[in-house]
T-cell receptor, first 112, second 114 residues
Framework: GIQVEQSPPDLILQEGANSTLRCNFSDSVNNLQWFHQNPWGQLINLFYIPSGTKQNGRLSATTVATERYSLLYISSSQTTDSGVYFCAVSNAGGTSYGKLTFGQGTILTVHP | NAGVTQTPKFQVLKTGQSMTLQCAQDMNHEYMSWYRQDPGMGLRLIHYSVGAGITDQGEVPNGYNVSRSTTEDFPLRLLSAAPSQTSVYFC?????????????FGPGTRLLVL
């Protein structure tokens, strides 16, 4: 099956700093999503981005499908950005489009 | 909209007991799925469904059953609980149309099997 590798595994920032999280995948994909899991365990979808670039406030994401990677940018980080960031992908066709394979996540800690 | 809801929030079982984890969504999503999250292992897909009456296995289906009789509900059944099934369980749903396949997760059910 498809392999997903996220880096770095851990990231510690001061409030206001910028950061880039990376997701590498081993095969072509037709579904790629970024999630944030907050300290209370809730998983929030940040982006559905199988290709191209999207922005939502201080967050943006770029997926270069031909080179098999995606980047999540966090600008002017805040303490509320702390948590685990997951990249999840799928390359399944037909009715299996939602069979996401998750990476191990990047643990982000933002200090005030 | 309530989104994706899960019950119970927390459950303790003894080995061999059975139980059903409930999941419901009010967004008219065709696709629903169950994941388990274990420390250091990310999320792994258990079972999924692309519509009422249609289910299929994910990566770790053993020990779990599902059925989908309505668009809204997708219960997960543990037939005979084992300590290895101690985990946090998440239900998710999405539309099926390309470009609209953003997955929305429920709050999770924390299960402890003694």
């Amino acid at each position: 099956g498809i392999q997903v590798e996220q880096s770095p595994p851990d990231l510690i920032l001061q409030e206001g700093a910028n950061s880039t999280l990376r997701c590498n995948f081993s095969d072509s994909v037709n579904n790629l999503q970024w999630f944030h899991q907050n300290p209370w365990g809730q998983l929030i979808n940040l982006f559905y981005i199988p290709s191209g670039t999207k922005q939502n406030g201080r967050l943006s994401a770029t997926t270069v499908a031909t080179e098999r990677y995606s980047l999540l940018y966090i600008s002017s980080s805040q303490t509320t950005d702390s948590g685990v960031y997951f990249c999840a992908v799928s390359n399944a066709g037909g009715t299996s489009y939602g069979k996401l394979t998750f990476g191990q996540g990047t643990i982000l800690t933002v200090h005030p | 909209n309530a989104g994706v809801t899960q019950t119970p929030k927390f459950q303790v079982l003894k080995t061999g007991q059975s139980m059903t984890l409930q999941c419901a969504q009010d967004m008219n999503h065709e696709y629903m799925s169950w994941y388990r999250q274990d420390p250091g292992m990310g999320l792994r897909l258990i079972h999924y469904s692309v519509g009422a009456g249609i289910t299929d296995q994910g990566e770790v289906p053993n020990g779990y059953n599902v059925s989908r009789s309505t668009t809204e509900d997708f219960p997960l059944r543990l037939l005979s609980a084992a300590p290895s099934q101690t985990s946090v369980y998440f239900c998710a749903s999405s539309y099926s149309s390309p470009g609209m396949r953003t997955q929305y997760f429920g709050p999770g059910t924390r299960l402890l099997v003694l």
